[in-house]
C-alpha cells in the first residue's frame, strides 16, 4: 500500500503503518492504494494472543509490486548465499525467491484478513444495523445497443438488516496461523433469526469462509485503509475457475466505515437469458443495487433521532459536492455509454457500470466509485478491476481523502487517471 499527496508533492510514495499517513498533513489530500501483487516486507511473527491492530506489529510496513520491472530485491537480507553464485544454480536460486516472495504475499494475505475483520466486521465484536434499499433495475428496448436509453433505478423494497461477522477455526496441516481460520458472514431481517438469512433473497456477496488467501486480488477482495470492497460469482459452467468467468452472475459490494457508521453499495449482475456454451460470453447486466446505511449497534433510525451528525450523515444532502472527488478513468465513448452515475442521500454519489462485457481484452478493465462525506473528511473509494472473463479480479482498490473543507481546492484536475503506483 502507498500514499501519496497530489499537492505539493504529487507522486511521493512513503512507507505507511497500517491507515496512519506518516508525515502527511491531515490537512492535505491523501490518496491510498492497495494493489493485489502489494506484498508486506515485515518479517515479524504473532501469536494467537497477540493484538495485531492494537500494538506495533505492522509498523513500517512497505508494500513491493513484484510485477515491476524496476523492483530489485535484497537478495541478501533474506538469503546472504544467493549472491555467491558459485554455490547455486539458477534454479535454485530462483526456488528460493519464489520461496520469499510467497512468505511476503502471506503476510500480506494476513494482513488484510485481519484488518477487513478488525475495521469492517469489529472484530465480531458488535454489530451494524442498518436500512437498506433495493433498487430494480428499469430497461428501455434497446438498453445496451443502438437506439436505446441507460436503464433507471427504481425503488424496489427495504429492509432492516444486521449485519456481522465472526471467526471459525477449520482443520489444516499449515503452520501459518491465519491458516486456520475462516471469517463467516451474517446478515438477517430484524425480528427474525438466522434461519431467515437476507442472503436467501439478496444473495452473498463474499466467500462462504473467507480465508487470508481470498485477499490475493483475484478473487476481487481487498481493504485499503477505512474502505473495502469484496465479491463473490458464479463460473457458467462447473469446470470452470470459480476466479475467472465467464460468470452467470457476480455480485460486489463497496463500502466505507467512518465514526461509528458503515455506507456501502452492494452490486448484482447476472447474464440476460441462457448460459449455453454458445452464450459463454454474454454480458453481465445489473440486476439490483442495494444502498446499506448502517450504524453500530443501534438502528440508524434511532441514531439519527439522537445525532444530527448522524442524520446529515446517513440521510442528508443528495449527492457528493460537485459529483465524484476524482473522476476515475471508464474507456471510450462506447465503454463509457454502460456506466451510470447516481447521487445518493448522505453526501454520497456513485458511479458503476450497468453491463460488464465479459468478452474482449483484459485491459479494458471497469471501475466501481463510491464518494461519501459523512463529516469533516471526504473519501472515496474506486474498486478496479481487469476485464474480459476477469472481471472478478482486482488490479487496484484505491482511497481518497480529503478535508471537506479543502476537497475544492485539491481536486484533481487530470480529466480521469489512474493513480500512480
Request: proline fraction near 5%.
Amino acid at each position: 500500500r502507498s500514499a501519496r499527496q497530489l499537492l505539493p508533492f504529487a507522486g511521493k510514495k512513503i512507507t505507511t503503518t497500517t491507515t496512519n499517513h506518516i508525515g502527511l498533513p491531515r490537512s492535505f489530500v491523501v490518496s491510498i492504494q492497495s494493489s493485489p501483487n502489494d506484498n508486506d516486507d515485515s518479517t515479524n511473527n504473532f501469536d494467537d494472543g497477540d493484538t495485531i491492530f492494537d500494538g506495533d506489529g505492522y509498523e513500517e510496513m512497505e508494500f513491493v509490486d513484484y510485477s515491476d520491472p524496476n523492483y530489485k530485491v535484497d537478495l541478501e537480507a533474506f538469503y546472504p548465499s544467493l549472491n555467491q553464485k558459485e554455490s547455486l544454480t539458477d534454479e535454485e536460486a530462483a526456488v528460493k525467491i519464489e520461496e520469499m516472495r510467497e512468505q511476503r504475499r502471506k503476510r500480506n494475505d494476513e494482513y488484510q484478513f485481519e484488518t477487513y475483520f478488525a475495521k469492517v466486521l469489529q472484530k465480531g465484536s458488535s454489530e451494524f444495523k442498518g436500512d437498506w434499499t433495493v433498487y430494480s433495475v428499469v430497461r428501455d428496448a434497446g438498453t445496451g445497443g443502438d437506439g436505446g436509453g441507460p436503464p433507471k433505478l427504481a425503488p424496489d423494497s427495504e429492509h432492516q438488516v444486521t449485519s456481522r461477522g465472526k471467526k471459525i477455526k477449520v482443520e489444516t496441516d499449515s503452520e501459518w496461523r491465519v491458516d486456520s481460520e475462516r471469517i463467516v458472514h451474517e446478515e438477517f431481517t430484524k425480528g427474525k433469526d438466522n434461519d431467515n438469512h437476507i442472503g436467501i433473497n439478496l444473495g452473498t456477496y463474499w466467500p462462504e469462509k473467507m480465508s487470508s488467501f481470498d485477499f490475493r486480488g483475484e478473487q476481487g477482495n481487498m481493504v485499503v485503509g477505512n474502505a473495502y470492497t469484496i465479491c463473490d460469482a458464479d463460473p457458467v459452467r462447473e469446470e470452470n475457475n470459480v476466479d475467472e468467468g465467464p460468470f452467470s452472475a457476480m455480485r460486489t459490494e463497496i463500502g466505507i466505515v467512518s465514526d461509528g457508521m458503515r455506507f456501502r453499495v452492494k452490486f448484482d449482475y447476472r447474464i440476460d437469458g441462457d448460459t449455453t456454451i454458445g452464450n459463454d460470453l454474454a454480458p453481465l447486466s445489473l440486476h439490483q443495487l442495494t444502498v446499506c446505511r448502517e450504524t453500530l449497534d443501534a438502528w440508524p433510525l434511532d441514531a439519527q433521532a439522537s445525532s444530527p451528525a448522524t442524520s446529515q450523515a446517513l440521510f442528508g444532502t443528495e449527492g457528493a459536492s460537485g459529483g465524484l472527488y476524482d473522476p476515475p478513468p471508464v474507456g471510450g465513448e462506447d465503454q463509457r455509454s454502460q456506466y451510470l452515475f447516481v447521487n445518493l442521500k448522505g453526501k454520497a454519489s456513485i458511479l458503476f457500470p450497468h453491463t460488464i462485457d465479459q468478452g474482449g481484452s483484459e485491459a479494458k478493465g471497469w471501475v466501481f466509485s463510491l464518494d461519501w462525506t459523512p463529516g469533516k473528511w471526504r473519501y472515496q473509494v474506486d474498486r478496479k478491476v481487469r476485464g474480459g472473463t476477469k472481471v472478478k479480479c482486482l488490479r487496484t482498490l484505491e482511497l481518497s481523502e480529503v478535508r471537506e473543507s479543502d476537497a475544492e481546492e485539491y481536486r484533481p484536475r487530470d480529466g480521469g487517471q489512474d493513480m500512480r503506483q
